[in-house]
C-alpha cells in the first residue's frame, strides 16, 4: 500500500492522471489521494492539455495510448510550450524504440503494464525528491556496481551500462537484497508482478541477459543458487 506521503504545513503536490481506461483512472486517483496529494484525472490526450495551461501539475502521470493523440505527443506538446514538470509515461509497450521515443519527447521515468501502486508510489516519490529537494542522489551499490534510483541509471565502475527496464528491476531487487537468497518465485513477483502460469524460466533467461551486460566482475557477483534462486554476493572476491 502507499504510504502517506506531505504534510499540513506545506501545500499537497498536485498530480495529474491521464489515462482513458476508467477503472485504473479511478484507483490511482483514489491512491494517490491517499498518500496526501492533489489528485486531478482526464481521459485524453487534449483533455489533459487543457488541464494543463489552465492548472499546471506537479507531476503528470501519462498513459502513452490515448484515444485521441498520444502521451508521447501530449509530452512533446507541454515541452514546446515550456512546461517542465516531471512527466510519469504508463504503457503496455516495453520496448527499446518506445523507451527512446518517451525519454526523447521529454519524460522523465516509464512505467509498463501491469505495475504495482506501490512501485508508482516510489517512482513519484524518487522523482520529486530529485525535482523538489536539494537534489542529492539515492544510490545503491555493489563492488563495482553503482544502481542510481532517481535517475534510473547503472554504473560498472565508471561506465554507464543500458539496462531495459525488466533488467532495471531486477538488479535493484538483487540489490536491495545484497547477501540474502531470492527465489524464483519472489523475483517473479518483485520484478513482473503478475503470474507467468509456473514458468519461472524468465527468470534464468533475464539474469542471463544481466550477467552478460554488467561484465564478468559484476556478473560473478550475481550466483545462482541451484533449486532455489539467485543471491547478489556482497562483494566480489
Not at 514546446?80 to 522523465?108: C, E, H, N, Q, W
Not at 550466483?223 to 554476493?233: A, C, D, I, K, P
Request: glycine fraction near 8%; hydrophobic fraction near 35%; proline fraction near 4%.
Amino acid at each position: 500500500m502507499i504510504s502517506r506521503n506531505g504534510s499540513t504545513d506545506t501545500p499537497a503536490t498536485r498530480i495529474l492522471v491521464v489515462d482513458d481506461e476508467e477503472s485504473l483512472a479511478d484507483m490511482l486517483t483514489t491512491a494517490l489521494r491517499f498518500a496526501g496529494y492533489e489528485v486531478n484525472s482526464e481521459p485524453t490526450g487534449f483533455d489533459a492539455l487543457r488541464t494543463i495551461k489552465a492548472e499546471p501539475p506537479d507531476l503528470i502521470v501519462l498513459d502513452v495510448n490515448l484515444p485521441d493523440i498520444d502521451g508521447f505527443e501530449v509530452c512533446r506538446r507541454i515541452r514546446k510550450d515550456g512546461f517542465d514538470a516531471p512527466v510519469i509515461f504508463l504503457t503496455a509497450r516495453d520496448s527499446t524504440d518506445d523507451i527512446r521515443t518517451g525519454f526523447g519527447g521529454g519524460g522523465d521515468d516509464y512505467l509498463t503494464k501491469p505495475f504495482s501502486l506501490e512501485e508508482l508510489s516510489l517512482r513519484i516519490e524518487a522523482i520529486l525528491r530529485r525535482t523538489q529537494s536539494d537534489g542529492a542522489s539515492h544510490q545503491l551499490m555493489c563492488g563495482n556496481l553503482t544502481l542510481d534510483e532517481d535517475s534510473h541509471q547503472v554504473f560498472v565502475d565508471d561506465a554507464e551500462t543500458e539496462l531495459s527496464p525488466t533488467e532495471f528491476r531486477l538488479l535493484r531487487y538483487l540489490m536491495l537484497n545484497q547477501g540474502r537468497v531470492l527465489s524464483k518465485l519472489q523475483i517473479l513477483d518483485y520484478v513482473w508482478e503478475y503470474d507467468f502460469e509456473g514458468n519461472d524460466g524468465v527468470v534464468e533467461t533475464y539474469v542471463s541477459y544481466l550477467r552478460k551486460k554488467l561484465g564478468p566482475e559484476a556478473a560473478e557477483s550475481i550466483r545462482t543458487v541451484r533449486g532455489t534462486g539467485y543471491m547478489l554476493r556482497k562483494s566480489v572476491a
